[in-house]
């Protein structure tokens, strides 16, 4: 007997600006990812730039841009999220492709530049309007329910050179508006919405990087605060649109152990969760800021904008669900000499006790099974896990045969877990795990470090057919869903 519900959310997960390419096609405007060139794990992608002086410079995606930074697109360096894997022209094949997998949910997102090109245009972009109803009716023939992400790493560019990006609470009634629009032209096809996503990432580095400058710090938080009243505002529309839409949170699961059972390590470990994990859900399952929030704000010496006004609009506009990714752990240590891990920019001591990947993530599939008790004992909402997977670098052998029996096993282990939270308690009803066909990664820029249970015919440097291939794991993962879970071998 299978420990998921009958009517579990098995399914995949990607992002427009990852798979979609066409940056330029279908009157989509321009969005800040597309001047990020390739990358590896070991060398940052990076953004191209005129300084004011006509100086052509380059900045790693990590560094901060100078406030006169214009920037460019050079034709001689390669920029893979132009073309993506070219979902957007392959989208019926691909969903076909998951269909024959059975999956029940597809979480993808809408880029908002295809609707709005500059983020405060009057009038909606048509044709990125019909672009998106295709594909939810594509996704509804073939009985997939869609998992829409409204923001997805992708504020229009323009609005960030007009206002200054989310520091600017103007930000808040162009998302609001773009929200409504989408809630009402999609009603009759969409029901599961998140708002943004990851939306955490925002102020990860505040935890990361020692000595931050507290401007930078303050810009993060604002920024995030804006979000998570723009979020609260398109919760409160999508309700009133449709009684029936179920609206979540994306938090990135930043999971972390203590190292040592030194309590100056268990009381790092617990402030760094309030402070990467817990402080955004909390505000957006709860409607309010933890107590603990004036501590974070105190160490860094920032002050948040936060009228009264927001948090009558944080309260209202509370979410449903609660959904998070999860790769991996680290652990938090107060003592010197630790190994360090790299994976995920975690920047965490690397823990004895698992097993890491090429990448140098922590494959932890007890971590799962945690912090799904941790969040559930918490929120109490329904959860679903929206991102999960392996990246590596596949094979593809003579006979076009691709065994992919490390991600199979790495998968099977994670879906062993849920099973287990389940037993445990937790409302977990979905599970879309990341790159369920193989995307362009937002970290790196590389295409051979690959999620996917279809395998897309491109490397690292752009070359390839894009033809799509089955991998092992397509033919595991159509029987586990099949079995609702209960066939993991």
């Given at each position: 007997?299978?420990k ?23 009157g989509?405007?321009?969005i ?29 995606m ?49 880029s ?6 500059n983020?405060?245009d009057?009038?909606?972009?048509q ?48 998302f609001?508006?773009?929200a409504?629009?989408?809630?009402n ?12 996503n ?44 449709n009684?029936?839409n ?9 999971v ?7 309590p100056?390590?268990?009381l ?9 994990m ?26 948040v ?8 609009e ?74 999960n ?6 094979v ?7 065994h992919?029996?490390y991600?199979?096993?790495y ?56 033809d799509?291939?089955?991998?092992d794991?397509?033919y ?11 066939d993991?071998?």
């Amino acid at each position: 007997m299978s420990k998921f519900p009958k009517d579990f959310y098995w399914g995949g997960a990607t992002a427009a600006n990852q798979c979609e390419g066409a940056y330029n096609e279908g009157g989509r405007g321009i969005i800040k990812n597309d001047y990020l060139t390739a990358g590896t794990h070991t060398s940052p992608r990076s953004y191209i730039y005129r300084d004011s002086d006509g100086n052509i410079k380059r900045a790693s995606m990590f560094e901060l841009l100078p406030d006169d930074a214009e920037l460019i697109i050079d034709e001689n360096e390669y920029y893979p999220n132009h073309i993506g894997i070219d979902f957007y022209h392959r989208y019926k094949e691909d969903i076909a492709m998951f269909a024959e997998m059975g999956f029940k949910m597809f979480r993808m997102s809408i880029s908002w530049s295809r609707i709005f090109p500059n983020g405060d245009d009057e009038e909606p972009n048509q044709e990125g309007v019909e672009y998106y109803r295709s594909m939810f009716e594509e996704m509804r023939k073939h009985g997939i329910e869609p998992l829409v992400t409204l923001h997805h790493f992708d504020t229009p560019y323009a609005l960030e050179v007009k206002y200054g990006g989310w520091e600017n609470r103007e930000l808040i009634k162009y998302f609001e508006r773009y929200a409504e629009f989408v809630f009402n032209e999609y009603k009759d096809l969409v029901t599961y919405w998140l708002t943004f996503n990851e939306i955490n990432n925002l102020v990860m580095m505040t935890s990361f990087v020692p000595n931050l400058p507290a401007k930078v710090a303050q810009g993060a938080y604002q920024s995030l605060h804006h979000q998570f009243v723009a979020s609260a505002k398109a919760v409160k529309k999508a309700h009133a649109i449709n009684p029936d839409n179920k609206v979540g949170c994306m938090i990135c699961g930043l999971v972390s152990y203590p190292l040592t059972c030194d309590p100056k390590d268990i009381l790092k470990n617990q402030h760094r969760m309030e402070s990467v994990m817990y402080y955004s859900g909390d505000v957006m399952v709860r409607g309010e800021y933890p107590a603990y929030s004036n501590r974070i704000w105190d160490e860094l010496g920032i002050t948040v904008d936060i009228t009264d006004e927001d948090k009558k609009e944080l309260k209202e506009g509370k979410v449903d669900i609660y959904t998070f990714s999860y790769y991996s752990t680290s652990c938090v240590t107060t003592h010197e000499g630790a190994d360090m891990g790299s994976g995920n920019f975690s920047m965490g001591a690397k823990n004895p006790y698992v097993k890491y990947s090429d990448w140098d993530w922590a494959m932890d599939p007890d971590g799962l099974r945690y912090i799904l008790s941790e969040l559930y004992t918490r929120y109490q909402v329904p959860i679903i896990v929206t991102e999960n997977g392996l990246g590596q670098d596949d094979v593809v052998e003579a006979d076009g045969s691709i065994h992919d029996d490390y991600r199979i096993e790495y998968l099977r282990s994670h879906a062993n877990a849920m099973a287990e939270a389940i037993e445990d308690g937790v409302d977990l009803i979905g599970y879309t795990s990341w790159g369920c066909i193989d995307l362009i990664s937002a970290g790196t820029g590389e295409m051979k470090k690959r999620y996917g249970y279809i395998y897309v015919d491109r490397d690292n440097e752009g070359n390839g057919t894009l033809d799509r291939i089955r991998k092992d794991s397509f033919y595991w993962y159509k029987k586990v869903i099949a079995s609702n879970g209960e066939d993991l071998d």
